[in-house]
């Protein structure tokens, strides 16, 4: 009997990199860069300045344990609001708003196929540019499958609907606070900077999602023998329940959501808010939230406590790809890396090697499917070689998000891709089928606006 390969939790992967990072500073050679602060407030590494620091001592054995407490701490603040924004959401998926209106908008287009998808993808990417949804669309897998069998449409398209949506929504993000924010934090820039561009690349890279899985329910449509789980008897469409109407104080729980949105957007371009005042925000909006659904003080403590421990595991990630930073300065290596990888991107110039930040992030997001955990791991690095190779740390964060979000359908690290193919009954292999060249094409759109970004001056 063969063993199949099993891929680590990403908890083990990151101590893992924890080790090598500390192994890494007893082979490597110590070295920094001349730092200075820029025009907008930012301390940036001066490119030809980078020489090696006489004795220095290397982090000992212990520091593999300690390290993880200096991660934690080092990033609490980013965890703390991670803690909130999971209260807060799962106060508000409590009132069943988000499902109703959801599922009031599949059930309106549910008889036009082509706007079903339309639609549905802009609503998934909507949610995930905007407050970072992903999980929390597993409810509405049923509902969507139902309609989309409805109208000769199989699991796959249905869940493609569903994917693609969010992972235009994720590498186009706007305020995403789990990806934007975070790796915006970690390299120095104003928070949600940026966002019009990012909001220009919506539409385009939601026509290219559209196309690919149309092209597909088409073909599908014409002839179910085409689909790539037809002889899959756990792909075929579950019963589903019947979407709930939504009720007046549901609407009034959508209303409040988005005007805390606009109220973010608005406070931290006018008034510089950021962790706190948006955690105190999400907070609010909770409290608000709770009290408009009808829900007891008791009932939105349950639920916001709940929301908060299912962020557990992206919070303690959060702390241990921190860890892996400090381990590196601890040692002084992390310029002598940045300065390795920097040197073959500075031959490419300011355009190719700012792609190539970007195939250095998708490649990456196998290991750390963590979109917060994956800013902490790579932003250190990936902000100070884009001073060094003349683009703006934007378009660094721009790779990022495009590296984060659009591979996040396809790694088989990602756990809620994983759970969503579970439910659907589709093997990872027939989804890698039909997903890879949607990948494809995201890339190559990526790599198009990455070098238009560089050629304006993206900041």
Request: charged residues 10%; neutral net charge.
């Amino acid at each position: 009997m063969t063993s199949r390969f099993r891929v680590p939790h990403t908890l083990v992967l990151l101590y893992a990199m924890i080790v090598l990072a500390w192994g890494a500073t007893l082979v490597l050679p110590a070295g920094s860069f001349e730092t200075l602060t820029n025009d907008h407030g930012r301390e940036v590494v001066v490119p030809g300045t980078y020489a090696p620091v006489a004795d220095a001592q290397a982090p000992s054995v212990w520091s593999l344990f300690t390290v993880i407490p200096r991660g934690l701490a080092a990033a609490q603040g980013i965890i703390f609001f991670v803690f909130i924004i999971g209260g807060a959401l799962a106060v508000i998926r409590a009132t069943g708003a988000l499902d109703a209106a959801l599922g009031r908008m599949l059930e309106r287009f549910g008889g036009q196929p082509a706007l079903l998808i339309l639609m549905g993808m802009f609503a998934f990417g909507i949610g995930s540019s905007t407050i970072g949804m992903a999980e929390e669309y597993i409810p509405l897998i049923a509902i969507l499958i139902t309609l989309c069998t409805a109208m000769r449409m199989d699991t796959v398209a249905a869940l493609g609907i569903m994917t693609a949506g969010y992972a235009v929504g994720f590498g186009t993000a706007m305020i995403n606070p789990f990806t934007v924010l975070v790796a915006q934090e970690v390299a120095g820039l104003e928070p949600v900077s940026g966002w019009w561009y990012r909001g220009l690349l919506f539409l385009p890279f939601l026509a290219i999602a559209f196309f690919h899985v149309w092209r597909y329910a088409a073909r599908v449509r014409r002839d179910p023998a085409t689909s790539l789980v037809a002889d899959i008897p756990e792909a075929q469409p579950p019963a589903s329940p019947e979407p709930r109407p939504m009720t007046g104080r549901q609407q009034m729980v959508l209303w409040l959501v988005l005007g805390t949105l606009v109220l973010l957007v608005w406070g931290i371009k006018a008034q510089g808010w950021y962790l706190v005042e948006l955690g105190g925000i999400f907070v609010a909006l909770a409290l608000a939230v709770g009290l408009v659904a009808g829900q007891s003080f008791d009932a939105m403590a349950r639920h916001f406590t709940a929301g908060a421990a299912e962020l557990t595991g992206t919070a303690l990630l959060i702390g241990f790809a921190r860890a892996i930073e400090l381990m590196l300065s601890d040692g002084q290596v992390l310029h002598t890396i940045v300065n390795a990888l920097a040197a073959p991107l500075e031959a490419l110039g300011g355009e190719l090697s700012a792609v190539g930040m970007l195939l250095i992030q998708s490649v990456l997001n196998f290991f750390i499917p963590s979109g917060s955990g994956q800013a902490y791991v790579t932003m250190p690095l990936m902000a100070p070689i884009a001073d060094l190779v003349g683009v703006s740390r934007q378009v660094a964060v721009l790779a990022y998000q495009m590296g984060d979000g659009f591979m996040n359908i396809i790694v088989p690290t990602n756990a809620v891709l994983m759970g969503m193919l579970g439910i659907c009954g589709i093997p990872y292999g027939r989804w890698f089928r039909f997903v890879w060249p949607l990948i494809a094409q995201f890339l190559a759109a990526g790599a198009v606006a990455i070098v238009l970004a560089v050629s304006f001056g993206y900041q």
